[in-house]
Every structure is written in C-alpha cells, then in structure tokens.
T-cell receptor
Framework: DQQVKQNSPSLSVQEGRISILNCDYTNSMFDYFLWYKKYPAEGPTFLISISSIKDKNEDGRFTVFLNKSAKHLSLHIVPSQPGDSAVYFCAASATGNTPLVFGKGTRLSVIA | DVKVTQSSRYLVKRTGEKVFLECVQD?????MFWYRQDPGLGLRLIYFSYDVKMKEKGDIPEGYSVSREKKERFSLILESASTNQTSMYLCATHVGLGLGYTFGSGTRLTVV
C-alpha cells in the first residue's frame, strides 16, 4: 500500500504564476518530509524539507506547508519559471533512520 | 559537496546476463541506497546498506543482490537480467538522520 501519494501525475502552469504540488501520506510515524526535483536523464536533486515540528518552511521561491492533522503537505513555487519544468517527488521518513519513501511524482510544465 | 558517481550512464544488456551497477561516494557516509525509477511508479527502494558488509532488502529486492565490501562503494547486481528490469537505476547516499539524500546521475539500463 502506498504510504506517500502524489495524486496528480502532471500539472501545467503559466510562467509567473504559482505552482502548487500536493502530497498525502498515511504513515503517522513519518516525521520528516522532503521534496526532490528531477530532470530527465539526471538523478533527483534535493529541493526543500520540513520537520514535523514545523508547519512551514521557505527557501526563496519554494515554500513547503505541512498539515499534520490532514497528513498532507504541499510545495508552492512562486513565481514559476520555465526552468522549474521537471518531475517533483515528495518523500518522507520516520524517526530511526529508516529509508526515504517516495511518491510517484508530479510532472510540472511551466509554459512561457 | 557530496559526490555520488555511478559508473555507467547507459547500459544495454542481454536477457540472462549478469549485470553489475557500481556506485561510489566520496564522503565516507555509512548509508547507501539503490532505487529504481519507472514512469508512473516513482522511486522504489531495492536494497540499502548502513555499514560495510551490511545489507537490507527494500521494497522490491527480487532479482537483485548487492555488495558492500568498502564503505565508499555499493554495487547492485542483477543475477540474471530480464526485460522487466529495464529501468533507470539510482544510487544515493545519506548525509545523516533527518537530512536529504544525494543521488548519482543514474544508470539507464535496457535489457533486450
């Protein structure tokens, strides 16, 4: 059973607008959440993370929001740029150094 | 910055061949991981290792084995390659508890 779910396989946004990527999780033991970005033929690169003791973390154009009661997190990209077009993976881990569990990814296309 | 090097970017192998995928990291990290990425399925954990000589099965270990003789090197072995093992293989190392992974560039393996 999927523990990390990204229910939107793709998202298309106009340049300059906000991109919102969503992620849901089922395992209440998860306490650390990360977003990765992946271009074709490259490995994923770390984008931003959030601990379960916080509900928001911001880094430049990227903000991650965590709603623990809903077991939901989202990544906001403002403003979206064509170079943001990539596949975005949500990942989660539980205390105890367990391996990251990844969602299936959302392909973001930013249209100029 | 941590560097994770995967020996091959592209490989084509025949069904039944024994295939070795090599991964080397340069930061003396204890934790190393092998994932495969397939369209619509995200990143799935094959095997991981938290120390030399140590290995743990991930979610999809069938048809694979691993070797960790030295801390910096973690090899994935396809004992008898099959066409359903055609995929992008990603090696990663873990900086520490609660921190993100650094991935290699990936090996795109095609089994014909």
């Amino acid at each position: 059973d999927q523990q990390v779910k990204q229910n939107s396989p793709s998202l298309s946004v106009q340049e300059g607008r906000i991109s919102i990527l969503n992620c849901d999780y089922t395992n209440s033991m998860f306490d650390y959440f990360l977003w990765y970005k992946k271009y074709p033929a490259e490995g994923p690169t770390f984008l931003i993370s959030i601990s379960s003791i916080k509900d928001k973390n911001e880094d430049g154009r990227f903000t991650v929001f965590l709603n623990k009661s809903a077991k939901h997190l989202s990544l906001h990209i403002v403003p979206s740029q064509p170079g943001d077009s990539a596949v975005y993976f949500c990942a989660a881990s539980a205390t105890g150094n367990t391996p990251l569990v990844f969602g299936k990814g959302t392909r973001l296309s930013v249209i100029a | 910055d941590v560097k994770v090097t995967q020996s091959s970017r592209y490989l084509v192998k025949r069904t039944g061949e024994k295939v070795f995928l090599e991964c080397v990291q340069d930061m003396d990290h204890e934790n190393m991981f092998w994932y495969r990425q397939d369209p619509g399925l995200g990143l799935r954990l094959i095997y991981f290792s938290y120390d030399v000589k140590m290995k743990e099965k991930g979610d999809i270990p069938e048809g694979y084995s691993v070797s960790r003789e030295k801390k910096e090197r973690f090899s994935l072995i396809l004992e008898s390659a099959s066409t359903n093992q055609t995929s992008m293989y990603l090696c990663a190392t873990h900086v520490g508890l609660g921190l993100g992974y650094t991935f290699g560039s990936g090996t795109r393996l095609t089994v014909v």
